[in-house]
């Protein structure tokens, strides 16, 4: 008899699901749409908003769009494993024109549903085929990694290592190094944040990869990659690939990048991306590697969605495929990076300016589309409350959301809830002393 023929379902089978969680930042999303308040700020999404709080669209997008005879585009299945004309340009964007030419051989690509679909191919990858104990995932990390290492590998037990020192509120390369080296077994996988780490905006200096690269190596660890933010955080496509490459080139160690188009093309809902997964680059095995792999990636693949999306993919290609849009794509990402830089910098002025009680220098130190802002759980729900200023629960925002209209308001909110705070904190202390 089947599990499910002994399970009491009463009047309907749905009745035995357990509550849903809450739906974490899409809810508060949700709350802040409902919200009336016309001074209301949203800090929530990782998606790139201009001066006016807008969606926009690049003008390498718009110019790609233009060049494109979208009337006659045709609307057939891409291949299975995606467009090789895309998988070439997204290669040479993430490793260079040098190593893409010379690791043809040692590099399968592999179009997916954007990065989501990137993490949960080479998760439910390595569930399937070469079964590491563990996947060790960075604490804090974006909130979807834990879903879908559950959903994509339940045969693999997922860890966390330190990655946040929040009293320096600093990167913890000392208690992840620690933690790694006494708690991973051989052959676990790991996952890094390519750059712009989500959500804590801090990154390894270039030693520090360079001493995780060695212990991967010595510890035959397979690194996964989560590029999200190629180009966000220093402007510079190049820059910010860095460690990926060096990676290619100075470890002989095998490792995935999944890269995602959504932030730096601006091409969110269209899911642009693409997995790469580099073997061996031992002349005598990489040949014989490669085809295996490739095809194992597309049998999963063809289970879990068939074929990669066709519109996006058009649009990325024109681009990357043209010195002329790659051009203007480069400018695109200097006047985003840019604008959230200006903002990082208004907002700790604004901060000092008040003379909010606290060191506010993280906010300009931290890379990328988010700050850590160290302010608590509390803080942030009246901030939410009190003053219609959204972030998340972890005080993670999105510097995105800020403009030059509504800085001075959230800089405010934030000094009220910071102070109150402390003034609560005071009267208790008076109180007790009373007693
Ligand atoms: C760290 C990280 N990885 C991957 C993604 C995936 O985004 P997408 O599926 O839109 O490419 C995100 C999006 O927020 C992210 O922050």
Redesign the pocket.
């Known amino acids: 008899m089947s599990a499910s023929h002994e399970l009491d379902f009463g009047t309907s089978r749905f009745s035995i699901l357990d509550p849903p969680s809450s739906g974490g930042m899409f809810a508060l999303d949700a709350e802040y749409r409902a919200d009336q308040a016309p001074q209301k700020v949203n800090l929530l999404m990782?998606a790139y908003r201009d001066d006016q709080g807008q969606p926009w669209q690049l003008s390498s997008v718009t110019e790609a769009k233009t060049r494109m005879n979208l009337h006659s585009c045709h609307h057939e299945y891409l291949p299975i494993h995606g467009n090789p004309v895309f998988l070439e340009a997204a290669r040479e964007v993430l490793f260079g024109h040098e190593i893409s030419e010379h690791g043809r051989d040692s590099i399968v690509s592999i179009q997916t549903i954007?990065?989501?679909?990137a993490?949960s191919l080479i998760a439910a990858f390595l569930n399937r085929h070469t079964m590491p104990s563990n996947i060790w995932l960075p604490d804090p990390t974006?909130m979807?990694h834990f879903d879908i290492w559950q959903a994509a590998a339940p045969g693999i037990k997922v860890q966390k290592y330190p990655y946040y020192d929040g009293l320096t509120r600093s990167f913890d390369f000392a208690g992840m190094m620690r933690i790694l080296r006494s708690k991973s077994s051989e052959h676990d996988a790991i996952l890094l944040?390519a750059c712009a780490h989500?959500p804590t905006g801090l990154d390894p200096s270039e030693e520090q990869w360079e001493e995780i690269a060695l212990f991967c190596k010595e510890k035959m660890l397979f690194v996964i990659f989560?590029s999200?933010y190629q180009g966000f955080a220093s402007g510079d496509l190049n820059r910010d690939a860095w460690p990926v490459r060096h990676f290619f080139t100075h470890r002989p160690i095998e490792f995935a990048v999944?890269q995602?188009f959504?932030k730096n093309l601006g091409l969110?809902g269209e899911?642009v991306?693409a997995l790469h997964v580099v073997v061996s680059r031992e002349t005598s095995l990489s040949a014989s590697l490669t085809a295996p792999v490739q095809g194992h990636l597309v049998d999963l693949q063809r289970a879990m969605v068939s074929m990669p999306p066709l519109f996006g993919c058009r649009v990325a290609t024109e681009i990357l495929k043209s010195t002329n849009l790659q051009r203007l794509w480069k400018m695109d990402l200097l006047v985003m990076s840019e604008r959230i830089k200006d903002m990082r910098k208004a907002l700790y002025n604004a901060l000092v300016r008040l003379k909010t009680p606290g060191t506010w220098e993280h906010i300009t130190e931290q890379n990328g589309m988010f700050s850590y802002t160290g302010l608590s759980e509390d803080h942030v729900s009246r901030l939410r409350k009190e003053h219609h200023v959204y972030m998340l629960p972890t005080g993670r925002a999105s510097i995105c959301g800020l403009t030059a209209e509504n800085i001075g308001y959230t800089a405010y909110a934030i000094h009220r809830v910071v102070v109150d705070e402390l003034a609560v904190v005071e009267f208790d202390l008076h109180d007790q002393s009373r007693i």
């Open positions: 990782g954007s990065g989501t679909g993490n974006w979807n944040h989500n989560d999200a999944c995602s959504s969110y899911r991306g």
